[in-house]
C-alpha cells in the first residue's frame, strides 16, 4: 500500500483526501480501496470504505454505507444539499441510490469502465428518465486514486499468481 500525501488546493479536494483516507482503510482490511465521504453544509456527515469482505455482503460499498450514515445523521431518506465524494464511479447499485436519496453532487477521481454508472457504461445519475438528477464531477485526485486502485489489482494478481504455482510445486 502506497501513501499518498496530497494537499488540498480545492475544497473538492478537500474531501476527497477524506475518501482516500477511507480507501486506504479499505485496502488495509483486504478488500478493494474505494472510499466515500458525505459533505453537507461544509462538513463531513458520513465517512466510508469498501466492507465487502469483511461484512460478507455483496452491497456493502462506499457509497451505499456513507449514505445510511448520512440518512441517520440528517434524519431523512432524502439527502438534499448533500455531496458525495468516492475515489471510483459508482455502479449501478450506488448511482441509483444516490438518484433515489436525491442527492445534490457526486464528485469521484477515477471512472471505471466496467461497472461505472455514472459516465462509462451508463449515466444514472443524469438519465432524463429519472425523477432526479445529480450535478456530476469527474477526474478530483483522478491519478493518486488510480494508482491506488492499479497497485491493488496487481498485487492481488502476483498472489492469485503466486498461490497456483505453490500449488502446481504441490502438486
Not at 488546493?9 to 477511507?22: N, S, T, V
Not at 477526474?139 to 493518486?144: A, I, N, R
Request: glycine content about 4%; overall charge negative.
Amino acid at each position: 500500500m502506497q501513501d499518498i500525501t496530497i494537499q488540498a488546493k480545492k475544497p473538492d479536494e478537500h474531501y476527497m483526501l477524506e475518501a482516500i483516507k477511507q480507501a486506504q482503510i479499505a485496502e488495509e482490511s483486504g478488500d478493494v480501496p474505494i472510499g466515500a465521504c458525505i459533505e453537507y453544509e461544509g462538513r463531513i456527515i458520513a465517512r466510508a470504505c469498501n466492507q465487502r469482505e469483511l461484512l460478507k455482503d455483496p452491497t456493502a460499498h462506499a457509497e451505499m454505507i456513507a449514505i445510511t450514515q448520512a440518512s441517520e445523521y440528517i434524519g431523512s431518506w432524502r439527502l438534499h444539499g448533500c455531496t458525495l465524494y468516492v475515489t471510483l464511479e459508482p455502479c449501478t447499485m450506488c448511482a441509483g441510490a444516490m438518484v433515489l436519496a436525491r442527492m445534490d453532487r457526486l464528485v469521484y477521481a477515477c471512472d471505471d469502465p466496467k461497472t461505472g454508472a455514472a459516465r462509462s457504461l451508463y449515466n444514472i445519475v443524469q438519465d432524463e428518465r429519472l425523477n432526479h438528477r445529480l450535478e456530476v464531477k469527474r477526474g478530483v485526485l483522478e491519478d493518486p486514486c488510480s494508482m491506488m486502485l492499479s497497485d491493488f489489482f496487481k498485487r492481488r494478481r502476483e498472489q492469485i499468481a503466486e498461490n497456483k504455482k505453490l500449488q502446481k510445486d504441490n502438486d
